[in-house]
């Protein structure tokens, strides 16, 4: 089914540029438009920090997750993860040259992120790929760590986040064509534009087209983070003060329901220049773990909503193992068999 969808979307492509509708529609928002009406999973995959667990970086079964995603059909894409989540300062991928300075209780020997592209690719799904620019990070590293990293950036001659920049540029031109999008978190107020167009150059680095998002607000309304965005960050209201599933999060659906495509205010804007309305939910209390408690129907329901609006859902779901937690995976199935019957309608 996925590859029949994305052949019927190739060639809908191919159509209009013959007949030389695409300036209206092909080209306009062109690194975006593949994701409009998706959905699609995220997990957050062990890194070199997770190097004592029974599961880590260097033992992840990629077969055994692709057994879960093989299931389900009606996926656009996966997000993994290069860094830790949020602490970004391990990595699932190696880096020769910041592992020299760093040290190599940072990164793994297996390139994981690199196992985990491929599969995912030779299944014709498209990736994107979480990445904070928290990166070395004085919160989550020791003081003889943190020293390194400080000692490292003077004799460049670079800020923190020009640091960040060069590691993001290095993943990017590592991975290239592989990688179809990034989520960018911890992009502050702080962070200046010329910074966050620093980032935004870094990532494209290895693929022009591949479409970028900054995290820089929660809730409602969703709207485009910086002008560098293709689409949206889509961080629901925070989880300390209300659980995913709360009906608050609904007006972010109405919200792409207005019009799949916003700019910076939050408002449908169909210019080109602004992004593609996504919400990205946790499927349990929290982004890494806790209560699987969203309800299948109300699931189902964001999801297709957002779909037939044209806009874009991806849903964070725990780990366990070497895959999805089970709770949350039977409800991906349920959402997956939904939206197959909505296709063949």
């Not at 003081?143 to 490292?152: G, S």
């Not at 599933?245 to 169909?270: F, K, R």
């Not at 609006?309 to 409800?331: D, H, I, S």
Request: with cysteine; aromatic share 10%; hydrophobic share 40%.
């Amino acid at each position: 089914m996925r590859n029949v969808m994305w052949a019927t979307f190739s060639t809908i492509v191919l159509l209009l540029a013959s007949t030389g509708i695409a300036s209206a529609q092909g080209a306009l928002h062109a690194r975006a438009l593949p994701f409009s009406g998706t959905w699609g999973v995220r997990i957050l995959l062990p890194t070199a920090y997770d190097k004592n667990d029974s599961v880590n970086a260097e033992n992840f079964d990629v077969d055994a997750f692709m057994e879960q995603v093989d299931q389900l059909t009606s996926i656009n894409h996966v997000m993994i993860n290069i860094g830790r989540g949020h602490q970004a300062s391990w990595y699932s991928s190696p880096y020769p040259k910041m592992e020299a300075i760093m040290g190599s209780d940072l990164f793994p020997k297996r390139d994981f992120f690199g196992e985990m592209v491929d599969a995912l690719k030779a299944r014709n799904l498209k990736v994107l790929v979480y990445f904070s620019v928290t990166g070395m990070d004085r919160g989550y590293l020791t003081k003889e760590q943190m020293a390194k990293w400080r000692a490292y950036l003077a004799s460049a001659g670079l800020t923190h986040n020009e640091g960040v920049a060069q590691m993001m540029e290095y993943y990017s031109l590592k991975y290239g064509d592989k990688i179809d999008g990034w989520w960018v978190d911890r992009v502050t107020p702080k962070t200046t534009d010329a910074e966050k167009s620093r980032f935004a150059n870094a990532l494209r680095a290895g693929n022009p087209n591949a479409m970028v998002t900054m995290h820089t607000k929660v809730g409602y309304p969703i709207r485009q983070g910086t002008p560098e965005c293709d689409y949206t960050a889509g961080h629901p209201v925070p989880m300390i003060t209300q659980p995913p599933w709360t009906l608050a999060n609904v007006a972010m659906v109405e919200n792409i329901e207005a019009g799949p495509w916003m700019n910076q205010s939050g408002e449908p804007d169909d210019r080109e220049g602004t992004a593609l309305g996504a919400i990205f939910m946790p499927f349990q209390e929290q982004w890494r773990n806790g209560k699987a408690g969203f309800p299948t129907d109300q699931a189902i329901q964001w999801t297709t909503r957002t779909m037939d609006a044209g806009g874009m859902y991806t849903w964070a779901v725990a780990r366990e193992g070497n895959g999805f937690a089970l709770p949350q995976f039977k409800q991906l199935v349920e959402i997956n068999a939904a939206i197959e019957r909505r296709n063949a309608h």
